[in-house]
């Protein structure tokens, strides 16, 4: 199945450090995602990053995504507590397949 | 910014019984979906919906679930005779087209 996974599955940082999180698949794509989830909420769309492109930003997001390793990566650089939340890749064939989260921590 | 609603946001009901979540997805949108994140677990797919007809669905979404979108505004994810493994939170998406705009969810409790 088209499923992304991440890793790692729980990340503990210091304000002000960077945070990178990965995130594997399977099958071919049409173009990779990734959403934030607050504890108990909904999710919320971060950025989408095309089968075509390499590299993405966003603010203080930058995803990259290696198609010939089905890979991709998403850095949080200067962290705040704020950005604690789960991270999801999701890829889009069809629909959208979520992988299992990274549960990212950041410490004041 | 238009958002994609859902009611009730917390919804008990007694195992056995038929429940009915509510979204109303953003209004220019023309997919619709209903996920599932059972606690601790990852999203999981349950089924889209395009051009009023299911247009791909997963093997949990059987026979005890069924998708209405009953006029122009509302999508309807029905769970009939509830089972307590049904338990979870329930998001409903719309998309323009590739990026998906979530719902707050609506967390079901099967007691």
């Known amino acids: ?108 | 910014e238009p958002e994609v609603t859902q009611t009730p946001s917390h919804q008990v009901t007694q195992m056995g019984q038929e429940v009915i979540l509510r979204c109303v997805p953003i209004s220019n949108h023309l997919y619709f979906y209903w996920y599932r994140q059972i606690l601790g677990q990852k999203v999981e797919f349950l089924v889209s919906f395009y051009n009023n007809e299911i247009s791909e669905k997963s093997e949990i979404f059987d026979d005890q679930f069924s998708v209405e979108r009953p006029d122009g505004s509302n999508f309807t994810l029905k769970i009939r005779s509830t089972k307590l493994e049904d338990s979870a939170m329930y998001f409903c998406a719309s998309s323009p087209g590739d990026l998906g705009f979530f719902g707050q969810g609506t967390r079901l409790t099967v007691v």
Not at chain 1, 62 to 89: M, N
């Open chain 1, 1 to 108: 199945s088209q499923q992304g996974e991440e890793d790692p599955q729980a990340l503990s940082i210091q304000e002000g450090e960077n945070a990178t999180m990965n995130c594997s698949y399977k099958t071919s794509i049409n173009n990779l995602q990734w959403y934030r989830q607050n504890s108990g909420r909904g999710l919320v769309h971060l950025i989408l990053i095309r089968s075509n492109e390499r590299e993405k930003h966003s603010g203080r997001l930058r995803v990259t995504l290696d198609t010939s390793k089905k890979s991709s990566s998403l850095l949080i650089t200067a962290s705040r507590a704020a950005d604690t939340a789960s991270y999801f890749c999701a890829t889009r064939g069809g629909k959208l397949i979520f992988g299992q989260g990274t549960e990212l921590s950041v410490k004041p």
